[in-house]
Nanobody, 122 residues
Framework: QVQLVESGGGLVQPGGSLRLSCAAS????????MGWYRQAPGKQRDLVAT???????NYADSVKGRFTISRDNAKNTVYLQMYSLKPEDTAVYYC????????????????WGKGTLVTVSS
């Protein structure tokens, strides 16, 4: 079994900052890409940022220059540092990991956390 547990969400004023964390645990053989997605009320889930095991990053245009994704491979943990938050950043943020387990070492599969709510409001 694999679990992804997010933390760090909450209420913040416009212009503020938050840092999200997501730790993957369980029967993990290796972790490939990790990332963050978000889903605002009534909208689809969208990519925020991803990072490969080698550190290559990719960001949605809407967050470039404001958000930074990073990871600690030794801890199977990914972070999302968010600056200059806007009301339109309000959403449930989901952690994603593409990983191999000891039960399935040949192919990597997608795993998701349960999400953490970020609310940007004055």
């Amino acid at each position: 079994q694999v679990q992804l547990v997010e933390s760090g969400g909450g209420l913040v004023q416009p212009g503020g900052s938050l840092r999200l964390s997501c730790a993957a645990s369980g029967s993990i053989f290796s972790v490939n890409a990790m990332g963050w997605y978000r889903q605002a009320p009534g909208k689809q889930r969208d990519l925020v940022a991803t990072i490969t095991s080698g550190g290559t990053t990719n960001y949605a245009d809407s967050v470039k220059g404001r958000f930074t994704i990073s990871r600690d491979n030794a801890k199977n943990t990914v972070y999302l540092q968010m600056y200059s938050l806007k009301p339109e950043d309000t959403a449930v943020y989901y952690c994603n990991a593409q990983l191999r387990t000891w039960q399935h070492v040949v192919y990597a599969r997608d795993y998701w956390g349960k999400g953490t709510l970020v609310t940007v409001s004055s």
